[in-house]
């Protein structure tokens, strides 16, 4: 699969509801010094969210979700907390937790890791705010504590070659991938049927592995003029919205990446697990606000992507797209084969979109330079390269959570799985419902 079309999503994440707030989990800070690790990092929660929801005050992008104690909202919105506050608190916070003891039990640990992490990044992000220039690689491994690593022209220009083998007519590679591609559209009529079976068929495969809390479910709206293909909005009580983005024409392939990526195992599963787990059963309040450029984005995107193969391992998807999903929306599968044979060779382009993105940003080309890159060396369209850079622009180096995320969850996964399938779910679902960042995959 292109991994153009799939970077366009982004997500979302956290989960769940106030019971812990209510029960007085999250007890303020100051009044007495808890003893042990556990208690002490309790107390790490309300003044992180506090800190998260503050910051959004000054990035409209920042605050992805939240549904935690609508009073700390409240707070935020009344008090606008300047950005040098904000630094000061948040470096305060990270003293705070250097001299709490590295807790024994791993959840803990992973829990003090997890602030920690998330404190900085969101340290840096209030610096790039107040003007600090990051080159691309310094902004990333701030935000998300990780580098994508760098391609040359010829790397993509070979996969290229490999890939015009295989495409029929005359033209560029791009353009011919282009055309070729477009035969694979779903009718925009029937796109909601085929999403909808698309995401009962992700969420069968889901459940069988993997366990669900009562009530979990979600809305889907079909939207325009967005800089992504799709978003998972994250409600809170185990609900989300999933929006759709039809301003450019929706493959037949996208039906499941967008199921899986968006609903089962991707963001909904995810941040209902997030809730169930870490927010109800352990009172853990800071899972009730999702900042977005943060290392858990990371986590959550790279999990979104990778659960497509988790939900569809080997040959079961192109089975099921030829038996289902082709037929639905009116294309012979006679054709599947092929495409998927063109798409995952193209899917091997997935980095030049970030190596598009560092030139860029770094300012070392243009916008209409990178529109170009793109167009050459990820194969976009004139039109989706413009959309991809309205992407780039807005949320930088973001761009490396779809494919270097899935490519450090994967990893980490079959590794733990040792070709197992259902150690593999078990590793992924445990990802899933833990504080786990970046640098814990290792
Ligand atoms: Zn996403």
């Known amino acids: ?77 009344s008090v606008k907390l300047p950005l040098q506050e904000i630094a000061t608190r948040a470096s305060a916070l990270v003293a705070r937790l250097g001299g709490i003891p590295r807790p024994a039990d791993e959840m803990l640990r992973l829990r003090h890791s997890y602030f920690t992490a998330q404190l900085n990044a969101l340290a840096a992000r209030v610096a790039m705010l107040q003007g600090r220039k990051l080159t691309f690689d310094e902004e990333s491994r701030a935000l998300y504590n990780a580098v994508s690593p760098s391609h040359p022209e010829s790397y993509f220009q070979q996969i290229i070659d490999s890939l015009g083998a ?49 009530g979990e479910q979600f809305r889907i709206e079909y939207v325009k003029n967005k800089s992504w293909s799709g978003y998972n909005w994250y409600q809170g009580n185990y609900q989300s919205l999933i929006q759709i983005n039809t301003d450019l024409p929706i493959a037949i392939d996208r039906a499941v990446d967008l199921a899986c990526h968006e609903g089962y195992p991707g963001h909904h599963a995810y941040n209902v697990l997030l809730e169930q787990h870490l927010v109800k059963q352990r009172g853990w309040l800071e899972y009730t606000v999702y900042p977005l450029f943060s290392p858990q984005s990371l986590i959550a995107e790279g999990s979104a992507n990778y659960g497509i193969e988790m939900a569809f391992p080997g040959r079961e998807r192109i089975e099921y797209e030829k038996r289902a999903l082709w037929p639905l929306a009116g294309l012979d599968p006679s054709g599947a084969e092929q495409y998927y044979r063109i ?27 990178a529109a170009t890159w793109l167009n050459k060396y990820a194969l976009y369209s004139p039109t989706r390269a413009q959309q991809r850079l309205r992407f780039i622009d807005q949320y930088r180096s973001y761009v490396i959570n ?41």
């Open 1 to 77: 699969m292109p991994y153009d079309y799939r970077m366009h999503h982004r997500s979302l994440i956290i989960a769940a509801v106030m019971s812990a707030a209510a029960s007085g989990c999250a007890t303020s800070p100051s009044v007495t010094a808890p003893t042990n690790s556990a208690a002490q990092l309790d107390s790490i929660s309300e003044p992180y969210v506090k800190l998260v929801l503050a910051l959004g005050k000054h990035d409209a992008d920042y605050v992805d979700a939240y549904y935690g104690p609508p009073q700390w909202k409240a707070q935020a919105d």
């Open 343 to 369: 798409l995952d060779m193209a899917g091997r382009l997935a980095y030049a979109g970030n190596e598009a993105a560092r030139r860029y940003l770094d300012g070392r080309i243009n916008a209409a330079e």
């Open 402 to 442: 779809y494919n270097l995320g899935k490519d450090m969850v994967r990893d980490y996964v079959e590794k733990a799985a040792a070709g197992n399938s259902e150690r593999r779910w078990q590793t992924f679902t445990a990802l899933l419902t833990s504080p786990r960042l970046p640098g814990d995959l290792k």
């Open 166 to 214: 295989l495409l029929p007519g005359d033209g560029t590679v791009g353009e011919r991938y282009e055309r070729y591609r477009a035969q694979f559209v779903i009718p925009p009529a029937k796109l909601d049927t085929v999403f909808r079976i698309a995401l009962a068929e992700c969420k069968a495969r889901t459940l069988r592995h993997m366990q669900l809390p009562p």
